[in-house]
């Protein structure tokens, strides 16, 4: 009898795979040509969202925003059931602040701050960034990656270091 038991436990999973597809499968799914048009009419142009993506329809409608740190880039958010996607839209290009920004290959200074100290290290930025966005830069002196924040000013510091003056 034990035996029985422990096959039917093992075939359980097995059996469960095509009841899980199917369900999936029956689930309604986010029409992709709506999802484009919110999205182009948030960013003022057309949005590229994958065709192949299958994503549970949205109960509510997505909430739509500007990916910091990435120009020409949205976030699409689904509460319910839970899913988020990036889209690129041409037309954010246009809209994007650009100024100051940093460009991929610009040469920065990486700032870190204290009470007593301040640290900067000279690094290679690896993509372009905005203010208020964070991109990867390379130490140039070690060949260490680092993700920074650009600040307003268009300067780049290592996240959660303050830049008060030294001392304080």
Request: glycine share 10%; with cysteine.
């Amino acid at each position: 009898m034990s035996m029985i038991v422990a096959a039917l436990i093992a075939a359980a999973p097995l059996a469960a795979a095509p009841l899980t597809a199917a369900l999936i499968a029956a689930a309604p799914l986010q029409d992709l040509a709506v999802l484009g048009a919110r999205v182009a009419d948030f960013s003022g142009g057309p949005a590229a969202i994958d065709p192949r993506l299958r994503l549970a329809a949205c109960a509510q409608p997505p909430v739509i925003a500007w990916r910091a740190g990435a120009p020409g880039t949205v976030t699409v958010d689904c509460s319910a059931p839970v899913w988020r996607i990036f889209a690129g839209t041409r037309a954010a290009l246009a809209h994007a602040p650009v100024a100051p920004g940093i460009r991929r290959g610009d040469a920065v200074t990486v700032a870190a701050a204290g009470a007593g100290y301040r640290v900067t290290i000279d690094a290679v930025a690896e993509a372009d960034g905005v203010p208020g966005g964070r991109l990867r830069v390379r130490d140039t002196a070690t060949g260490a990656r680092l993700s920074v924040e650009v600040q307003p000013d268009g300067s780049v510091t290592l996240p959660g270091y303050s830049l008060a003056p030294a001392g304080r």
